[in-house]
């Protein structure tokens, strides 16, 4: 067998045929040109028994190396499916262990492309071992290095836990499967009939459960989102995010936001187009943009730098807060923190989802996840207040109370603990109802409640708000708060970790 080529011709034909590409052709796409170099390739499993000690060949089903993406050093394992399936043995597993260690040691991200049938079976417990030392690896590299999961075919049973202990995960529809217990085992046990595709397919963890990152309609697509993504992140928790030269004025004026957002709170509208006209070029890199909708996470750039912004979206649920929600940007809020990427915070929130589901499912303890985040990350933030901002929502959504650097609103900002028809519906339920004209009374309580507690300076008034600004001077505003900030060197309590809502 030839190393770079493969086990056959055969194999590799069987591949394509699954419309996949072959583990070369994936590092080859992922790497600068002529920058990756393999170790460990003449690597042999020394297992027995099943046939195993007749089959023996080299790189045991997983490539590992480094090279460099725009420049810049990345460290990777691929496995190869045409290698006993990318099945994990012992030799498998510590060569990924050795990589994983490099990797740590360098102070530089790791990807993971992986495509394998889990644990070999022939090895028994030392390929389950060899899954642990991964996982524990994981852990420890967790806020130290970008770690990068791509799901380039199966990964079943314990395999699945380690992109879920990644930062990000990438997966590709109709290639790319991940779940814990396969369609057979599901029959079997419930006798539910399902799919690989229907139980563990990237539209579902793109949209239901919530586990990957990205998805992508092939693998040149995904391979190139990995690329761009690396090249926004820093190497490691010691290192800035790295700045790129700006041909976008940073005081170039919005206008179109104006257009963009209409003044009545009731009223939709899409948040991406705002902050398309806020970032450097409009270019935004959304995560999970397809689960939670209703909060937009996304790395862009400001002035040339790195951000983090976390947004509501007003066009899917109004933008309310609800548990996926808060998971969703409690995760990106922990991730940016750990990578220093300063946080932008735009809000036009009307509250958290009420119902009976989501107090049962734990509103409260998921809600508290965003909460934590926010009051636990000590990178620049800045929080832009465009219109609602309601109860503990507003609070959560990185108020000055819990710890923003710098908050900003525009003249159409409500902050209150919730919408004046319903405080006025509290506060003068009786008088309303005792009046001749009810209606009538209402209104003229709503509209006395909103002058006196909502009005666009209150919050500004009371030292909340920093400045109230004219909507096309957002860029410019954003872009000098985060430069003035820039050095920030916030420190927490010394602890050996905080305790995080469950």
Known sequence: MDVEQGPSTRATQAQHDKGKLTVRERLDLLFDPGTFREIEGFRRHRATGFGLEDRRPPTD???????EVEGRKVFAY????????????EAHAEKIHKLMDLAEAAG??????SDGAGARIQEGVTALAGYGGIFRRNVRASGVIPQISVMLGPCAGGAAYSPALTDFVFMVRGISQMYITGPDVVQSVTGEEIT???LGGAQVHGTVSGAAAIVCDDEEECLAEVRYLLSLL???NRELPPAVACDDPPDRRTEALLDLVPADPAQAYDMRAVLGEIVDGGDLFEVHATWAPNIICALARLGGHLVGIVANQPAWLAGVLDIHASEKAARFVQMCDTFSIPLVTLVDVPGFLPGREQEHNGIIRHGAKLLYAYCDATVPRVQLILRKAYGGAYIVMDSRSIGCDLSFAWPTNEIAVMGAEGAANVVFRREIAAA???EAMRAQRVKEYKQELMHP??????GLVDDVIDPADSRSTLIDALTTLRAKNARLPSRKHGNPPM
Do not use: C, K, Q
């Not at 089903?61 to 480094?66: A, C, H, N, R």
């Not at 691929?78 to 043995?89: E, T, Y």
């Open 436 to 438: 001749d004209d009810p």
């Open 108 to 113: 530089a991200p790791l990807v993971s492309l």
């Open 61 to 67: 089903g997983v490539v590992t190396g480094w090279g």
């Open 78 to 89: 691929a496995h190869d499916f045409r290698v006993f399936g990318g099945s994990l043995g």
């Open 196 to 198: 690989h595709e229907e």
């Open 457 to 462: 300076f209150y919050a500004a008034e009371r």
């Open 234 to 236: 820093p190497s490691n």
